[in-house]
């Protein structure tokens, strides 16, 4: 019951804060656990989850704050580019070094069907979360270093969500000193 609340807060809506944090998770799981029993959980708690996200995230794609953001041009270039093969899309970023999170927005927003996109992360999380579970059977790294692993990508994640909000907000007073300067000029 434990690891299912774990697997659903770690992939729910924070996730993108989350980067690599939940494979060690599976690591210490799968040394405890049948490795297919942990995959067979994991992917239920993850399929939970991202129904729960995808109706979340196009809730949130209707509000009218975000309309600028649709409409910019890289974002329609880059759903017209997920809309060609979306299946194949969820699927390969559900499994690989492709972030998943990215795909979570994509889904709602051109209208994929939920269903779908819920078979393509079962077809994707379902092995990848084996393999991480039968890892930790025979790789013999420590818990600490596993730990610590989580914990670097949490911080890492941080730090560079605040050097990117440290960097909008200077732009932004940049151009405000910028346009003072030519109203009073």
């Not at 997920?82 to 927005?105: D, E, G, H, L, M």
């Not at 732009?171 to 300067?181: C, F, G, H, P």
């Amino acid at each position: 019951m434990g690891f299912a609340v774990l697997t659903i807060w770690v992939n729910g809506p924070i996730s993108p804060f989350l980067p690599s944090t939940y494979e060690p998770m599976l690591m210490v799981v799968g040394r405890v656990y049948e490795p297919l029993l942990v995959a067979v959980v994991g992917t239920l708690g993850t399929i939970y989850v991202e129904y729960l996200n995808y109706h979340l995230y196009r809730r949130i794609m209707t509000l009218k704050v975000l309309d600028r953001t649709k409409q910019n041009q890289s974002v329609r270039k880059v759903l017209r580019l997920y809309s060609r093969a979306p299946f194949f899309t969820v699927w390969i970023c559900s499994w690989s070094i492709f972030p998943y999170w990215p795909v979570r927005f994509m889904s709602p927003l051109v209208g994929y069907d939920v269903r779908r996109h819920l078979f393509a992360t079962l077809l994707g999380r379902f092995p990848r979360i084996w393999f991480f579970a039968a890892l930790g059977t025979w790789w013999s790294v420590s818990v600490g270093a596993l730990s610590m692993w989580s914990a670097g990508s949490i911080t890492l994640a941080l730090l560079v969500y605040w050097v990117k909000r440290r960097r909008t907000k200077a732009a932004k007073s940049r151009k405000e000193l910028v346009t003072l300067e030519v109203a009073e000029g």
